[in-house]
Each structure stands twice: as C-alpha cells, then as structure tokens.
C-alpha cells in the first residue's frame, strides 16, 4: 500500500460523490428557474375530482401568470401525519384540504391559522353555514363541498322502486337474495356494505336514537342505539339473510358493480364511479326505523381548505385569492354538475340542476337528515375504540350490549391517554 | 452403479416437481395482479377463478402512458435507484473488505452499529430525519433521497459482503503478495472479482431498496415532477375509489425490470467462475 | 516502518470511512432526538411546548393497560419473526440448492419466476392476497372447496386464523431473498470439497451438514439478523392484509403500537419510548445471536 494507491481511491469516491451532486444540482435547476409565487394544495382526493381541481387550477394560473399552484395528493392518514411533520418542521403546503375533523387536532397544534379575520364577512355569507367550520371561537376551515356522507345506493336493474323503511329494505332484500345457480351457495345479496369500519355503523346508531358523543366531546357509545343498531345489523345477516356474511369495502363494492348485490351502502365519493362501471344507478336516503321513528343518519362533513399557520405574508394573499377562486360559484357548479358533490355556495345550491338532479336531490335530502362530523380530536379515539368490537359483533364472538360497554371503556381510556 | 443412476433420476424429477409447484405458489398471486390490469373499472377483487378477466383490455396500459407522467416516475426512479445502487456497492465493497480481513479498533462496535441502524421503527425516525434535513436543504433533492436510501441499504450490504469475503480464504491475499501486488491491488484484482456473487447482491437489495421505497420518498419528494414509482403507484390508490386498474398495471411493469435486472446479474451470482475453480 | 502503519491506517479509513459518514450522518441525530422525545411528555397536547419528565413513559409502555395487551402482542411478534424466519430460510435454501444443481434446465426461467414475489409491489400483492382468504369469494376457499372438498376457512374472521393468514403472506414474500442470498453463498463453496466426499461415499445429508450448511453460514448469518430485525417491525403486511388489525385488533404486531401511538393519537412521547424498547429488544437479541453464530469472525481464521 503506498501513498499514491491511497490517493488514488480518495480521488476515486471524490469523484463519485461529485458526480452525485452534479446530477443532482442540474436537476434542481429545472425548477430553480421558475421566478413565479409557488403555492401547494395538499388534498385527499380521488382522480376524477383532481381533473377537475386541476381544470380549476390552470384557469387560475392564466389569470394570474405570476403564480404557480401545484397540487399533491396524499392518502387520508399520510396527509394528516405528513401535514403535521412538515408544519412542525416549520414547513409544508400553503394550503391543505380535507374533511373538517382535522381541523381540531391542527387547531391545537397551531398549525393552522384562524381565518374569520383575512375574509370579507359579506363574502363569507355567501356559503352555507354548515361549510363554515368554527372551533374554539375561529374559523379555521372554509368549505367547498358538503357530504362525504352514506347513502343508500341501488341498482335500478335490480331494484326498480327503493325502500323507504327497514321493513320495505328486507321485504326488497329478500325477494333478491338468491342462489341463482344452485350450488347451495347465495350469489345474489339484498344489500352489502364495508363492515370493518365504524363509519358505516354510524347510521344504524343513530336510527336507533344512539350519537358518538355528547356536546362537551364525551363518548355515549354504550346506549340503547349502539345495541339495537347491532342487532339490526345481525338480523339482517343471521335472520333475514340479505346481507353476505363477510364484507369489507372492496368486496362489498365488487358485489355491487358485478350485480351481486341490489343495493349498497356507500358514500357520494363512489356514485360517478358505479356509473363509469356501466351500471344504472339510484342514490336514495337511508331508511326510515320504523320502530323507533327516526331516519338512519349518516356523519356529514364539509370539505375545505386551511392556511397552514409558516404561511409567508406575500404567499397568504395568493392562497386566499386561491381560495376565493376555488370557492366561487362557478366553480362549484363544475363539480356539481360532473361529481354531483353538494355546493355550500348557497346561490348553486339554488340552481336549477342542484335542485332538480336526482342523485343530488337525493343527496341533499340525506345530508339534511345527516349529523356532524365532530371536529374535535377525540373522534380518533371514538373510532379506534368501536372498530375492535365492531367487528367482534359481527363475527359473532361478542354479544352487542357486551360490545356498547366496551367501546365505551375503550374510548374513555383513548382519550384519557390522549390529552394527558 | 444403476441404483445410483436410479436415484438421480428420481432426484432430479423431485427437483422439477418442487420448482413447478413453487413456480405455481410464486405466480399466481402475480397473475392475479396481471388479472386485474386487465379488468376494466377497477375490480380489485373477483368473485371466479377465471384466469382471464371477462372483457379484458390493455387499457389500462396505454393510459398509464398517455394519461399520466408514468414514464416520468420511470426515469426518475431509475435514475435514483441506479445511483443508489452505484454507492451501496461502491461503498459496502469497501467496507466490508475492511471488516473481514483486518482488525482495527471498535471493529466490534462498527459491525454492531451497522445493526443497530436496523432497529428503530421507522415510524418514529420520520420527524426528526424529516427536521433535519430541512435543515441541509435536502428536502425536495435527489440528493437527500439518494443519501437516505444509501444509508438504509448499506448495513445489510457491508455485513453481507463481509460475510462473502469471509468465505475467500486468506491464502491468496498472501499468494497475491508474492507475485509482487500491494494490498489494495490484491483486493481489486484477486479478490474482488471472487466476490462476484455478494456484489450481485448488493447491487439487487441496493436497487430494490430504492425501487420499492414508499415512506421517506412521501415525506422528502413533495414536487410531482421529482416524483418516485412508488409515490406514483400510490396516487392511484385513494381511501374509496382507487384506480385499481392502473394500479395493476403498473405493478405488472414495475416488477419488470426488477426481473430483468435479476436475470441479467444472475449470471455473476450462479457462474461457476468463483471460488471452485481458483482455490484448486 | 512507521510510515507503514500509518499508511496502513488511512488505508483502513479509506475503506471504512466513507460508508459510515453517509450511515451515521443520517441515522445519528434522529436516533438522539428519539431519546430525548422518549424521556418527554410530548403530545397532542404539549406538541410544542414539551419538556423532560423522565422514565414515565417507559413505565406507562409497561403498566398501562393496553387494548389488546402489550405482552400478548409481545409474544405474537415474536411468534410472527420466527415463523416467518423459519419459512423464509428453509425454502430460502431448500430452494437455492434445489437450483444449484447442474443437471436441472431452464434454471433461468425458474429463477424468474421464484424472485417474483421479492419483486412485485407489496401494497397490491398484500390486498390480492387479503382477496384471496375471502371466506365466499376468495380463491383459497373455492380452490379448498371445490377442488379437495374441504370446508371453507373463515380466515379474516377469527384470530388464530387471521394471524396465519399474514404469516402466509409474508412467506410468500420473503424466501425469494433468502433464496437469492442462498445462491450467492452457495457459490462460495469449493467444487472439490464434494467431490472429495463423494469419493468417501457421504449421503446427500452429511454433505448437508458438514459441508453446505457451515460454508454458507458466513453469508446466511447477516441476512438472517436483519432479516429477524426487520420482520419485527414489518408493519405493512400485517397491517393491509389484516385491515389494521381484524378481526378485532387481534393482528397487531409491537411496531402497530408505535405507529397507532405516533398518528393515531399524537402520542409522539409514548412512541418513542415503545420504539426504545423495541430497539433494546432486538440489541438483546442481535448481540445474543452473533456471540452464538460467531458472526463476527471469519471462518478460516
């Protein structure tokens, strides 16, 4: 080993390393060119409503050249920890879109700023309140859609008229379950739907007169609701028959597109994608319980932007104008008319086509009778504390009063942990 | 003698019967993923057995290249795994040479912090690793994603060419002094080559490591056009509604070169061309 | 002579140095701030304004109640990694010397084959194969029952089955690696050695073990720690193909604690602490394995 072989290897790795940074700095320079205001939209979105936000975004650019907007998608869980990592870090998107509930653990990490201030209240009046979304005195969210909520929806093949109440829905169910082709087996279902997660249990509760949560954010899982609810559902597998034993949301969604189940529960997120499958398809409320009277409610929950709090002052006046453009009821009318998601601009909830398209009709009706999504954080704790016994019920290895009791301990002791 | 042949027969026959059925086992969870390129409107599932999707197409395949920036993902990721797959060998070749032939101080503890990189949830590391490269200016770089991905691979690929370099015995370093070879000429001329088939390796985890990283390429890649393979794949997959039908084909045409890949090393990695031949 | 010791040392460094610069550059300051964050009480609550509390959270990992308990799931991941170890690395082998032979052809096809499910992307494959333990649709259950007759297997249903569901994906998933890594040091093993044993009439077994086995050991030892290290905190597949734990939360393994704590319910003090003792288990068991494998010296010395 002498001086120059050692030399030589150092050179060697020197070059390498170099190489690397050469490529990589080239690459940077691509955007490092571009003078104009960068501004970010983190969202959750799924591709036909990105085309459109994408539609909306490059108008947005040609009348205003100075600015480049770009939008990124990210899953539910990995926008929500990714936000936080990058906002803590001091960094992240300019704006994030999303369901109102992350408002509430945003709000108290401060990384989202309060809005109530930076726009005109006139402005403001414009949109249904319920698009407004308040949290401790501020306005922190600012909604263009309202929904992401549960619906019954059917397959006009095989269901001509839908059922109003429970009753019609296992009288329709049962003349459609059947075994077509004789194995013994049932190939055709009533209904189907994802029975792992909670969110799709939410209407049955509140049929039954049950709710998650009081109003100071305690959970009131173990209730006449939540144990009824339960043994509906088991009925309707055990007895009537009419749903499939084993559903989480792909199969329950294969079931329907293959016309292996009549009807569906399922949010306005898959409506336009049943009808890109070929199928005819109805969008009715949730039934009515006739014992109890009341209406299944599904959660609602708008759907809007937040300014995320390292906004630069120079960035925030953009991201507003953004904001105001994305909210105008011009554009809202485009997403209604190809997505039929509900405006909360309150001049096209009024027009014409909101007001007289089926689906949205439907749909409007159904978001009337819906409750809130909570904002608060403890909703996390809520839903990880009903999934377990959720699913247990349905399995069949825990009686529903048995399962109300546990959720209910589970959530206690979730939010206890949380807030400590 | 015939009972000998006998049994070879009999052994070579098992042979083909286990590598049929585990060919089968292998493939069939792939073929459904092929299966579901094929399937219009986004079937993950099937309620048959079919093998081919009734109705099926190709187009999901031509939209992946028509309606989105998948070649752009391609080359982008390429562009990273290679790098990536450079330095793993470059710098574990190296290394790991030096953990197997020569004892230095805190060898122990350099071969045992290899492993202990290896331990940590990557969950928990994602903030402060995010913070600091915030910090280094590395977010939104190749440089900072080459240098994350290099870190993750090289563990597993020094002890893995330390290990190989184990095997070779120090007999031809000592012949290879004789004939007049420094210690570093030795090492690139004699035993390096030996080591064919841990490079292969090497190079392969290297590769894949990049290829197929999701999490920190997430957090670190936040401008589509810089944009990965698996961060493109993931943007077909939405909470409701996912784009199961490109998300098929392009898995299909991802593990592609990773086969390819594969075949065109294995010649290093099986050829007889090793240690048999040079210990005689 | 001196002189030479010297170069002798910046050669070393040479060789060591670069690699552990790009390691320990990376992995330094979020293993500390890890410690830190593990001795505070930093969460939803005190997200910024944390401080150091000391040992409380290593103490709540311990005692707290957890909803399924932290020791059952303790002992599944444990279960999980030797499993899954033990499967990835007999086929593994098994595979690689089957493959080895000079007499079989189309040995490239094979091979094509066999690394596909180390080369496909996991997040799909892990849902197909979730599709495929479907209780009425899944083609497990149709190939049991309509092939060989046999009942259907309510796989996502029950617990026990549940958990060998995943441990079946993850097999499916991990002997490729073991197998490529197996070719690899098969490679290392001089031809003459066999043929020396042959010549003294040994069974295939005693070349087994007397050769194969302690000549691929070298190479087979690394991959195997890593390998049980990072199957131990293998979220992903347990976590799709069980939907976040079903039935029941009963399919978790240790890091699902973490990952729950940390994004669930911003309990990033609490998630770090669980994350120490994740790591001091695998320190355990790591130093404990190599001392037994003598992984750290080199077979002929």
């Not at chain 3, 050991?217 to 799709?240: D, K, S």
């Amino acid at each position: 080993m002498n001086a120059r072989t050692a030399l030589r290897i150092a050179v060697a790795f020197l070059s390498v390393t170099l190489a690397v940074v050469a490529v990589t700095t080239l690459d940077s320079c691509g955007t490092g060119r571009d003078h104009r205001v960068r501004l970010t939209i983190w969202h959750q979105d799924r591709i036909d409503i990105r085309v459109i936000l994408q539609r909306q975004l490059d108008r947005f650019m040609q009348l205003h050249p100075e600015v480049r907007v770009e939008q990124l998608f990210k899953e539910t869980e990995e926008l929500r920890s990714g936000f936080i990592i990058a906002a803590l870090a001091g960094q992240g998107p300019e704006i994030v879109y999303g369901p109102a509930d992350q408002v509430g653990p945003f709000e108290i990490m401060k990384i989202i700023l309060p809005l109530e201030e930076v726009f005109p209240k006139d402005w403001l009046a414009q949109f249904d309140p319920r698009g407004l979304t308040w949290y401790k005195g501020h306005l922190y969210q600012v909604a263009d859609k309202l929904g992401n909520h549960l619906t019954l929806v059917y397959n006009k093949k095989l269901v001509p008229v839908p059922p109003r109440t429970d009753e019609e829905l296992i009288r329709i169910g049962k003349t459609l379950t059947a075994d077509l082709n004789g194995d013994g087996k049932t190939d055709r279902y009533g209904l189907t739907w994802n029975y792992t997660e909670p969110f799709f249990f939410i209407p049955f509760m509140t049929g039954f007169g049950g709710w998650i949560m009081d109003d100071a954010g305690n959970p009131t899982l173990n209730s006449r609701g939540t144990v009824d609810g339960l043994k509906f559902i088991k009925r309707l597998r055990d007895e009537e028959k009419i749903i499939p034993n084993e559903a989480d949301y792909n199969v329950a969604d294969i079931l329907f597109k293959d016309g292996n189940a009549g009807m569906i529960v399922n949010g306005d997120w898959s409506w336009a994608g049943y009808q890109k499958a070929g199928l005819d398809i109805g969008v009715a409320p949730l039934p009515l319980i006739t014992s109890t009277g009341l209406w299944c409610a599904p959660m609602v929950s708008p759907k809007g932007f937040s300014l995320n709090a390292n906004i630069s002052e120079e960035k925030k006046a953009w991201a507003l104008e953004l904001i105001r453009f994305l909210m105008s009821a011009e554009n809202q009318m485009e997403s209604a008319r190809e997505l039929y998601t509900m405006p909360t601009h309150m001049q096209v909830q009024q027009s014409d086509f909101v007001q007289q398209n089926d689906i949205l009709r439907n749909s409007r009706i159904q978001i009337d009778r819906g409750r809130s999504l909570p904002v608060v954080p403890e909703l996390r704790a809520i839903w990880d504390a009903m999934r377990p016994s959720y699913q247990a019920v349905l399995a069949g290895t825990m009686t529903p009063e048995r399962a109300a009791e546990e959720m209910q301990l589970l959530a206690l002791r979730r939010i206890k942990e949380m807030n400590e | 003698m015939v009972r000998r042949k006998n049994t070879t027969t009999l052994r070579i026959t098992a042979s083909y019967v286990v590598l049929m059925v585990f060919s089968l086992v292998a493939l069939y969870p792939v073929w459904q993923i092929f299966n579901i390129s094929l399937r219009p409107s986004d079937r993950l599932l099937s309620t048959s057995l079919e093998l081919i999707p009734a109705n099926a197409s190709f187009g999901n395949y031509s939209a992946l290249f028509t309606e989105r920036p998948f070649l752009l993902w391609m080359l982008n990721s390429t562009f990273i795994a290679l790098t990536v797959t450079l330095t793993g060998v470059a710098l574990a070749s190296t290394c790991g040479y030096a953990f197997s032939r020569y004892s230095f101080i805190g060898k122990k503890i350099g071969l045992l912090s290899l492993l202990v990189t290896q331990m940590f949830p990557a969950t928990m590391l994602l903030l402060p690793m995010y913070i600091m490269l915030v910090q280094l200016h590395l977010v939104n770089s190749y440089l900072g994603i080459v240098i994350m991905y290099s870190a993750t691979a090289l563990p597993f690929c020094i002890w893995q060419m330390k290990g190989y370099y184990d095997t070779i015995p120090t007999s031809l370093e000592e012949a290879g002094k004789i004939d007049g070879c420094n210690e570093f000429q030795t090492f690139v001329r004699i035993i390096f080559p030996l080591a064919a088939p841990a490079l292969v390796i090497t190079a392969l985890f290297s590769f894949m490591s990049a290829w197929t990283e999701y999490v920190v390429a997430a957090q670190i890649l936040q401008d589509t056009e810089l944009w990965t393979l698996p961060l493109g794949l993931k943007s077909f997959e939405s909470n409701m509604g996912s784009e199961w039908g490109l998300y098929g084909a392009a898995s299909v045409i991802v593990t592609i070169p990773v086969v390819v890949l594969f075949l065109s090393l294995s010649r290093w990695l099986v050829s007889g061309l090793t240690l048999g031949s040079v210990k005689e | 002579m001196q002189s030479q010791t010297l170069r002798h040392r910046i050669y070393l460094f040479i060789l060591v140095a670069p690699a552990f610069v790009v390691l320990f550059g990376v992995v330094i300051y979020p293993f500390f701030y890890n410690i830190v964050l593990s001795l505070s009480n930093m969460n939803l609550r005190h997200i910024r304004d944390w401080r150091i509390i000391g040992f409380g959270q290593y103490i709540k990992v311990f005692t707290e109640p957890s909803q399924p308990d932290f020791y059952v799931v303790f002992l599944k991941t444990v279960i999980w990694t030797v499993v899954n170890l033990f499967f990835h690395v007999v086929l593994g082998v098994f595979l690689a010397l089957v493959l080895n032979q000079k007499e079989i052809r189309g040995k490239a096809i094979f091979r094509a084959i066999l690394v596909l499910p180390w080369a496909v992307p996991q997040l799909i494959v892990a849902l197909t194969w979730r599709g495929m333990f479907n209780y009425e649709y899944g083609s497990i259950n149709l190939m049991l029952t309509q092939w060989f007759n046999i009942p259907g297997v309510q796989w996502l249903r029950h617990p026990l089955e549940a958990f060998i569901a995943v441990i079946i994906t993850n097999v499916w998933l991990g002997f490729p690696f073991m197998m490529v890594i197996a070719l690899g040091a098969l490679q290392s093993i001089p031809h003459d050695l066999y043929e020396a044993s042959d010549i003294d009439g040994a069974s295939w077994y005693h070349k087994l073990r007397h050769i194969t086995l302690p000549l691929i050991r070298p190479v087979m030892v690394p991959a195997i720690t890593l390998g049980t290290i990072w199957t131990f905190n293998n979220l992903n597949i347990v976590w799709l193909v069980s939907n976040a734990g079903e039935p029941s939360d009963q399919t978790h393994l240790l890091v699902s604690f973490v990952y729950k704590a940390a994004f669930n319910f911003y309990r990033y003090g609490y998630g770090a602490a669980l994350s120490m003792v994740i790591f001091f288990i695998l320190l355990v068991f790591s130093l404990t394995f190599m001392r037994k494998s003598k992984a750290t010296q080199n077979v002929y010395s």
